[in-house]
């Protein structure tokens, strides 16, 4: 039951006798960005994975030297 309010009294605010407006509602991304902010382990799991990801992805630039292109004899030369 709602009481009507007097605006031009300056003791009682209009909106006193009203219900809060809900919480807004987070989305699914929202909620899983929320609850991954604290998991630490899951934060480092996660940087792992993504760095053999970047590894693999990098890989010619990590190693460039193709590893089917040696030759026997110059393996078997001697240093100078």
């Known amino acids: 039951m709602l009481h ?9 605010h209009p909106l006193d006798g009203y219900a809060e407006a809900p919480p807004k509602a987070r989305s699914y991304w ?10 630490y382990l ?3 799991f996660g940087g792992v994975v993504l760095l053999i990801i970047l590894s693999a992805l990098c890989a010619p630039l990590l190693a460039p030297a193709d590893p089917y292109q040696t030759s026997m004899i110059a393996r078997l030369k001697p240093f100078g």
């Open 4 to 12: 009507h309010v007097a605006v031009d009294n300056p003791l009682v």
């Open 42 to 44: 899951t934060l480092g």
């Open 30 to 39: 929202q909620t899983v960005r929320y609850r991954l902010r604290y998991d």
